[in-house]
């Protein structure tokens, strides 16, 4: 039998081997844009290192070489991008650890794990072949039940995924995945058209207990009835990507086409906000609940954006389709 320092040594020359193979090239060319987990290691490996090997959940008493990444994927996926078992005798395990990053204030919070789930943080679908992040918006009640509210695109996949698909917290581009970060199930979502829409909106089954939590950080609702959004009102919200933002509303009539991962969709009538001392919102900010800073009403929901506006629907319009009122 080896000795431990032997052994140790062992281990280290494997891990720096792991390194040299998938993480060395990376810190050019690897993207940061949290569209990890695609089968490109430069897409999807975080870290590596050294510890015990964990199978079922448990950890066991094999020393392993450890690949840490943003999210696992199927192996049939992989293919011969696959990481081995064993690289010259000596295990490896991978761990989902997501995206690592200097913990700011706010961004940090909205993107970890969250229990009971709060809105204003990561949610997504569940999908292996597209992996993605949004902001929970709300948790709404209707006929005595209690559902997650976000995007058509955060929570349905474009119209793309049946009912009853699985929802994570976090999302998997933040490292969520099935079956530990599960909370929800699709329960219903406005159909997107190519033409004609006003809403991007969709609500999931809740399927964690205690999930009625105020939002993150500082956004205080006093409504639970949606209320219409006017011109030059001064709003805030809490989403994944930007954490707390405040802007003040632009336009409420705006017609939009808005590209989205399968294609164009056009929107009408929709709301224009002007981040006031930054973008009010970015990529990942998609199904944040956007509500008055003077009165706490709310009154949009935010699904798209460009460099200078938050795109937001009527949240008035939101409530009608899907029949909720908002839990505060």
Do not use: C, W
Not at 99 to 106: H, K, M, T, V
């Amino acid at each position: 039998m080896q000795s431990d320092m032997t052994a140790s040594k062992d281990m280290r020359e494997a891990k720096r081997e792991v390194s040299r193979r998938y993480l060395q090239a990376l810190s050019a060319t690897a993207r940061n844009d949290g569209y990890a987990a695609s089968q490109l290691h430069g897409h999807n490996i975080t870290a590596v290192g050294i510890g015990r090997k964990v199978t079922a959940g448990r950890s066991t008493d094999e020393v392993a070489v450890r690949v840490y990444v943003r999210t696992k994927l199927p192996k049939r996926m992989l293919g011969k991008r696959a990481i081995p078992s064993h690289l010259d005798g000596i295990a490896t395990d991978i761990i989902v650890s997501g995206p690592f990053r200097a913990l700011g204030e706010g961004i940090a919070t909205t993107q970890a794990m969250h229990r009971p789930v709060r809105p204003g943080v990561s949610i997504g679908f569940a999908h292996p072949n597209r992996v993605i992040a949004g902001t929970l918006g709300a948790l709404v009640t209707r006929n005595g039940s209690t559902f997650y509210l976000s995007n058509n695109h955060i929570l349905a996949f474009e119209n793309a995924l049946p009912i009853g698909s699985p929802i994570v917290q976090p999302g998997m581009r933040d490292g969520g995945g099935l079956p530990d970060e599960k909370v929800g199930e699709l329960a219903e979502f406005v159909r997107l058209t190519t033409s004609g829409n006003h809403v991007d909106a969709a609500l999931a089954a809740i399927t964690t207990p205690s999930s009625l939590a105020q939002p993150v950080l500082r956004v205080s609702i006093d409504s639970p009835i949606p209320v219409p959004a006017l011109e030059q009102q001064r709003v805030h919200k809490i989403g994944r990507s930007t954490g707390y933002t405040i802007g003040t509303i632009v336009d409420v009539d705006a017609d939009i086409p808005v590209r989205f991962s399968s294609k164009v969709y056009r929107f009408d009538d929709q709301i224009l906000i002007k981040g006031e001392s930054e973008r009010f919102a970015v990529e990942g900010d998609s199904g944040a609940l956007v509500v008055t800073v003077d009165t706490g009403d709310p009154v949009a929901l935010l699904f798209a954006g460009s460099q200078e506006f938050g795109a937001a629907n009527h949240l008035t319009r939101v409530a009608a389709a899907l029949g909720f009122t908002i839990v505060i």
